[in-house]
């Protein structure tokens, strides 16, 4: 049995070093996160130009989330098998195709169908970033990488907004897709030529089809419900009942199938691991904030506030800057004193203390108010988001930690779409009743005839109304409706912070390892090792079986250096083994 592998080089040693491995992987994942925000102060004017409905707008965003949440367990379960670079690298490809589609549709389907595509590259940057950091850096040294990660996503969230507005007012909404397209072919570029990691050896590799098409099924289907129920049909209703039984069919089929499945796509035991379902729990949580309040956070600043694009994108910076101080920040302090779980959990109290004030807000609350708000919520989430993937990965089998490292990112993206796509259901709701009940205390009478059809012409549009056009008593009351119907959707998710607090609590404070991925699975081939000689020496054929397949396994990403040593000592020890056996003959 040949178990060499060659490595094309050594991980970086250095800290400089290994921002230089990864500084591709910082561009590609910028761009590919930006993305998932940067359309949202463009999404009126996108639709008025492509024609449609305010459900336009959230399929716009829904579509990317939905199919990133679909392919990121796909992604992380193909790096456990195959070249990671190779991998990050058509994701990238499958992002810029999708920007460059969605960026020249003229009409609705088009912009629907080029995100969706571009959510699958995001989707693989999601969960091959981490995977490959990873591999080339310790737990205990990792937060401060992934502090970097957290800032950088926290840039890419709400910053995308601002750039969203100044192009969506300078040069076209095309231009929010078409931008990052060319940042990402220099993203590929610099992939290859700076970051180098261990060649996996050839291995048979099963992709679990039946699993993929189950998960997208259901998550597929989730979604479908949520966006129309309460609009196409009610909540309770016979529709309700055959999409929610769709559901739970797919997902229990889902299940079935993975316990089966030679190669699953979320193996079912890693539920087993208490870090890896409390970080799952907690994770879901996060995604409906994270995604909900940079797309609505801008919508509100609009059309509560009346900003513009730009504007609108300028007002949510204190987010990202809490997002950079507590991802940077308290990465840094986890790599320096080793201890996680106290920044951890007070991140998340932080965060779901900011869900709860962001729900008292309303029109004319004192914006020195709404940004204090809005800075607790990026320091939590800075806090905890990037945090919680490296503590699953510190728990679990370096053989599964893309897998792992997949379902944490799944959940979140998973959160994130259904999160988005419910809050987005319950703003459409409740705006127009809110916009109602506040007209009706309007004294119409003080109004001109050509104020009066404005204003009937702007209510009937079926998209947003554009504030500048209305008298300002109608103004208000729109501003009014909507500056009520954000507070109660952040409300809404509290209940969701809440639970994410609670299973971060009851996390296990287990140590930060020392050891990179690459090194833990060098250990993992030398106990293989041991175990295959145990088993020659005992003349236990089934034994010695399943040990020289645990050890094909668990040798999959072991650089140069470390498989030298694994080899000699496999040398030795078999050696010694069959002498053993050999004398007992």
């Not at 990671?84 to 992002?95: I, N, P, T």
């Not at 095309?174 to 931008?179: D, V």
Request: aromatic letters at 8%.
């Amino acid at each position: 049995m040949s178990t060499s592998v060659a490595a094309e080089a050594a991980p970086p040693s250095s800290q400089r070093g290994v921002i230089f491995a990864i500084s591709g992987l910082i561009i590609g994942m910028f761009a590919a996160i930006a993305s998932s925000t940067i359309i949202s102060p463009a999404l009126p004017r996108i639709v008025a130009d492509l024609g449609g409905s305010e459900d336009i707008l959230t399929w716009a965003i829904t579509a990317s989330l939905l199919t990133s949440s679909i392919a990121t367990p796909i992604w992380g379960k193909l790096s456990d098998l195959l070249n990671s670079k190779l991998l990050v690298q058509l994701g990238l490809g499958f992002f810029v195709t999708g920007s460059v589609l969605a960026g020249f549709a003229n009409d609705p389907s088009w912009l629907i169908v080029g995100r969706a595509i571009q959510g699958m590259g995001v989707g693989a940057m999601n969960t091959l970033v981490m995977v490959i950091i990873a591999g080339i850096v310790s737990p205990r040294e990792r937060g401060k990488y992934m502090g970097i990660i957290s800032g950088i996503m926290g840039v890419a969230q709400v910053g995308g907004p601002l750039l969203g507005g100044v192009i969506t007012d300078g040069i076209g909404w095309q231009w929010t897709f078409w931008l990052f397209a060319p940042l990402v072919v220099i993203a590929i570029i610099v992939i290859q030529l700076t970051l180098r990691l261990p060649k996996r050896p050839p291995r048979p590799v099963k992709i679990d089809l039946l699993g993929a098409a189950l998960i997208a099924i259901g998550v597929a289907t989730l979604t479908l419900w949520i966006t129309f129920a309460g609009d196409k049909y009610d909540w309770w209703s016979w529709q309700t009942a055959a999409m929610l039984g769709g559901v739970i069919a797919a997902f229990g089929l889902f299940v079935l199938n993975e316990f089966k499945a030679a190669e699953p796509i979320i193996p079912m035991r890693l539920f087993m691991n208490r870090t890896f379902t409390l970080a799952v729990v907690g994770s879901i949580g996060l995604g409906v904030a994270m995604f909900g309040a940079s797309v609505f956070l801008s919508q509100y600043m609009q059309y509560a506030r009346g900003a513009t694009p730009t504007q609108a994108g300028l007002m949510t910076l204190p987010m990202v800057v809490g997002q950079l101080i507590g991802g940077m920040l308290i990465g840094n302090l986890i790599s320096r004193i080793g201890k996680w779980k106290r920044f951890v959990v007070s991140g998340t109290a932080i965060f779901v203390a900011g869900l709860a004030l962001m729900g008292t807000v309303s029109y004319n609350t004192s914006f020195v108010l709404v940004s204090v708000y809005m800075l607790m919520l990026g320091l939590g989430i800075g806090s905890v988001m990037q945090n919680l993937v490296m503590v699953v990965q510190n728990s679990v089998e370096a053989k599964n930690l893309g897998a792992a490292s997949a379902g944490v990112t799944f959940f979140r993206s998973l959160g994130g779409a259904v999160g988005v796509t419910a809050l987005g259901a319950v703003l459409g709701a409740r705006v127009p009743h809110l916009i109602e009940t506040n007209l009706k205390k309007v004294d119409l009478s003080q109004l001109s005839p050509t104020q009066l059809q404005t204003t009937k012409e702007q209510l009937t549009s079926g998209g947003f109304p554009d504030l500048d056009k209305l008298p300002d008593v109608i103004r208000i009351a729109i501003e009014s409706a909507y500056g009520s119907g954000t507070a109660e959707i952040f409300l809404c998710a509290v209940p969701l912070g809440i639970l994410a607090l609670l299973a971060v609590i009851f996390l296990p404070n287990r140590s930060l390892s020392r050891q990179t991925a690459s090194e833990q699975l060098a250990k993992e081939s030398q106990k293989a090792v041991v175990d295959l000689a145990e088993a020659i020496t005992s003349n236990d054929s089934s034994e010695a079986t399943t040990a020289e397949l645990v050890l094909e396994g668990a040798t999959s990403g072991i650089s140069q250096g470390g498989q030298s040593s694994t080899d000699a000592k496999a040398r030795t020890a078999v050696d010694e083994g069959a002498g053993g056996a050999e004398a007992s003959r």
